[in-house]
């Protein structure tokens, strides 16, 4: 599995589809806008809605169930997936403060 950093995220976002995979309650909190938001526990049943030939990158908090989807997604023909290294905390931190940690 590939891993992007949030640097290289935000350098290159137009290039990517970024995919939120937290509880909607963390989403409610903090989100990157134009984020697609699909819960992990719902990934399967909703796989449809995301573009095989696109460029995935996948976030959760800090990287553990933004990993667990990107394999997920692996595993099911998507060949151009990434985990965003650190997660919506890292980018908070690195990128743009105004999204609050939690």
Do not use: T
């Not at 903090?30 to 809605?49: M, N, T, V, Y």
């Amino acid at each position: 599995m590939q891993s992007i950093s949030v640097q290289k995220l935000h350098d290159q976002l137009e290039h990517f589809a970024l995919l939120d995979v937290r509880e909607k309650w963390e989403w409610d909190i903090a989100h990157i806008p134009g984020s697609i938001h699909i819960p992990l526990k719902d990934i399967a049943a909703r796989i449809g809605e995301l573009d095989q030939n696109c460029a995935i990158a996948v976030v959760c908090h800090h990287g553990g169930r933004s990993a667990k989807a990107a394999a997920f997604l692996l595993q099911h023909e998507f060949s151009n997936v990434y985990n965003v290294s650190g997660g919506i905390d890292a980018w908070s931190r690195e990128i743009d403060p105004s999204v609050p940690l939690y």
